[in-house]
């Protein structure tokens, strides 16, 4: 990256300042925000909570009769639950970029914040697909895009309403500014009669100029490449004259505990973020645990701190305990957000009893499955022992697909991992064979 | 009700100010200059690197003919039986609007105004034909700005998208770009300015990179570089 770019260093403390500034003085920056989209044909909408934010998308759609719509990527659409709250109110709200069509079409919720079905292997996409549109087998990534590609073209046309995210709000022009590589934003955003765009307060940035620094860093942090396919600056509907776009843009700033955070001048940097997704790649827990387990909507370092300060979240507190403190996300953050330190004072806070802990049976559970690990790890021959039993167990387990009933309260974690194969022998054994007799 | 989310929202926001007690004049920032890239190489060769390296194909022409001989000879290359010209790329100086010839009968269609959405030229095309507003040098970008001369659909919808771009609307980078558009209040004018740089592509099948997804499958760039 470095290498690529020399003046990284440099732009990385100037994003820094540019979200700082942007937060410092966040309510100007919003009022300037909401007065440009209006003078543009726009309409913003401002949601304290997540209720607000679906009561406002669904009455819309509802008034304007619309009984389609078609999304493009938004964490914050997840965050309020929106798709459901459409589906209550008549409205089949289809998810068009690729990753999030397939976990949409599976049931599913996004894995990690850029490559949302990162879980799930091109067989897994290719029996999904046959089973859903009755076709043939395959597990050709070409094949299944294309075929994902078809399916979706008639949905844009179709829908009365594109709903989108917005990776940052310029404050200066009233700009939305969408950043893709397939190319379904800008459907979202141009083939529907009306555009709703849905996003955190945090995203706004001050003037346009900043975009030069901000797009830069983030195309590179995503996904490496130094540009994305396709950045869309939306600034209001289409104007007289154009015949492509919206013919109404509607925009929702959500809060749902945004502004408790920025009061917080420990963790408010967290409000830094650009969801690139780079400290979810370079982190060790993430990459073991797979974001799922981190049981909000955004996942690794960034979700460590931020899922428990949103209103809406149902993620544990005791997440920021979740982290080696190795400080791979601090190094790759494109906006230098220190995330071990603010790990640091989060966990002092549960410690501390100002954040409620975990329940007292998960305390309990846990305890005595250290104390029994503590057990077999007390003497070579236990430890011989209880490595036997699990390579046994293991063995079983896969052969009877008996896995989720087998482990129980593990199932949570083992619902969507395939068990480990064990290996035909032990260390211990394989040591005795080679060693002993050799050298 | 939204007046008084709004209220609260804002309130929110400055007691938070007022409870970090931080100052909040301007802080010093790090000059836009000293984190531009180098501009020592010559735009047109970089223009061409970053652009081939994002996966479009890029062709220099000296001169208009040839620009119109190459769209043509593109239009056979990828089979397109209807190819949709937008009206910058139609009108003076490009005027791509109609190049078939009696040996190759390639229709060449301008979307009218007031045609129906399923007559619409743009969705049975093969390929379309744009201009371009600008192009960045240092990541091979193309800048389409939305107008009646410029849709957007044109760009999008199509498999294979041809841009049109002479030489001396290169700038070395984003950052001027933007500076330019912001002093021309383009932001304001027009709904949506769009940097295109390379076809459409995902990797959300097992980090597996496959091109050509919603967008175009195919980026052809003709710069018309008439420097000589």
Redesign the interface.
Same mark, same amino acid.
């Given at each position: 990256m470095v290498s690529e /770019?020399p003046?990284w260093e440099?732009?990385r403390?100037?994003a820094r300042?540019?979200k700082?500034?942007a937060l410092? %003085?966040?309510?100007e920056h919003?009022?300037q925000f909401e007065a440009?989209v209006i003078?543009?044909g726009g309409t913003v909408?401002?949601?304290?909570?997540p209720e607000?934010a679906r009561r406002?998308v669904a009455e819309l759609g509802r008034a304007r009769g619309v009984s389609k719509a078609v999304k493009s990527k938004s964490m914050v659409s997840e965050e309020v639950h929106l798709n459901q709250s459409l589906e209550a109110a008549g409205i089949t709200s289809t998810e068009?970029?690729?990753?999030e069509y397939?976990i949409q079409l599976a049931g599913e919720r996004p894995s990690h914040i850029i490559?949302?079905? *990162?879980h799930?292997? %091109?067989a897994d /996409?290719g029996r999904l697909f046959a089973e859903r549109f009755t076709v043939p087998f395959t597990d050709d990534?070409?094949a299944?895009?294309?075929e994902?590609?078809r399916r979706? %073209?008639r949905e844009?046309?179709a829908a009365g309403m594109g709903i989108s995210g917005a990776n940052f709000l /310029?404050a200066?022009?009233?700009?939305i500014v969408i950043v893709e +590589?397939? !190319? +379904?934003a800008?459907?979202c955003?141009?083939a529907p009669r009306m555009h709703v765009a849905l996003a955190g307060?945090e995203k706004i940035v001050p003037? /346009?100029?900043d *975009?030069?620094?901000l797009?830069?860093l983030l195309a590179r942090s995503a996904?490496g490449?130094?540009?994305?396919?396709?950045?869309?600056?939306?600034? !209001?509907?289409?104007?007289p004259?154009?015949?492509?776009?919206p013919d109404e843009l509607h925009v929702v700033?959500l809060?749902n505990g945004r502004? %408790?955070l920025?009061?917080?001048?420990q963790i408010?940097e967290a409000l830094q973020c650009i969801r690139c997704g780079a400290c979810q790649n370079v982190c060790p827990v993430y990459r073991s645990i797979g974001g799922h387990a981190y049981g909000g909507v955004y996942a690794g370092p960034i979700g460590a701190i931020v899922s428990a300060h949103l209103e809406s979240s149902t993620a544990a507190p005791d997440l920021p305990f979740a982290s080696t403190l190795c400080g791979a996300c601090a190094d790759v953050c494109p906006v230098k957000i220190n995330i071990p330190d603010v790990l640091l004072h989060l966990r002092s806070r549960v410690m501390a009893g100002s954040v409620p802990d975990e329940p007292l049976d998960r305390r309990r559970r846990q305890r005595a499955l250290m104390r029994a690990w503590a057990l077999a790890m007390a003497s070579p021959a236990r430890y011989r022992l209880a490595s036997r039993f699990v390579r046994v167990a293991l063995r079983l387990a896969r052969r009877r697909r008996t896995s989720r009933w087998l482990l129980g309260a593990l199932g949570a974690w083992t619902g969507r991992r395939d068990l480990p194969s064990p290996p035909a022998r032990s260390f211990r054994q394989w040591w005795d064979v080679n060693r002993r007799a050799g050298s | 009700m939204s007046h008084s989310d709004r209220d609260l929202i804002l309130a929110g926001i400055r007691c938070a100010r007022d409870a970090s007690g931080e100052a909040h004049g301007h802080t010093t920032r790090t000059p836009l200059e000293a984190v531009g890239p180098s501009r020592s190489e010559d735009l047109v060769e970089q223009f061409m690197r970053g652009a081939r390296l994002a996966g479009a194909a890029v062709w220099a022409e000296s001169d208009l003919d040839a620009v119109r001989v190459r769209v043509h000879a593109l239009a056979i290359e990828e089979k397109a039986v209807s190819v949709v010209v937008s009206r910058d790329a139609a009108s003076a100086p490009w005027r791509c609007g109609d190049l078939s010839t009696p040996t190759d009968p390639i229709r060449y269609r301008i979307r009218a105004g007031d045609v129906a959405e399923q007559d619409d030229p743009v969705f049975a095309a093969g390929m379309g034909v744009t201009g371009a507003a600008y192009g960045l040098a240092d990541t091979g970008t193309l800048v389409v700005v939305s107008s009646p001369e410029q849709e957007r659909l044109e760009s999008l919808v199509v498999p294979v998208h041809v841009a049109l771009l002479a030489t001396t609307r290169l700038l070395p980078d984003l950052g001027t770009l933007l500076l330019r558009l912001s002093a021309e209040q383009r932001f304001a004018r027009h709904s949506a300015v769009t940097l295109i740089t390379g076809p459409s592509r995902t990797a959300d099948i097992e980090l597996t990179l496959t091109i050509g997804v919603h967008g175009p499958r195919k980026l052809h760039i003709i710069l018309l570089d008439d420097r000589a």
């Open positions: /770019v003046e440099a732009l403390e100037r300042q540019i700082a500034d410092a %003085r966040l309510d919003l009022l440009h003078a543009a909408h401002w949601a304290a909570t607000e406002y068009t970029d690729l990753g397939i490559a949302p079905a *990162l799930k292997s %091109r /996409v990534v070409e299944l895009t294309a994902a590609r979706l %073209r844009f046309f /310029v200066e022009t009233g700009t +590589n397939e !190319g +379904n800008r459907l955003t141009s307060i003037r /346009v100029a *975009l030069a620094v797009l830069r996904t490449q130094p540009m994305t396919s396709y950045v869309s600056l939306i600034t !209001g509907p289409r104007r004259g154009e015949r492509d776009g700033l809060d502004s %408790r920025l009061a917080d001048p408010r | -």
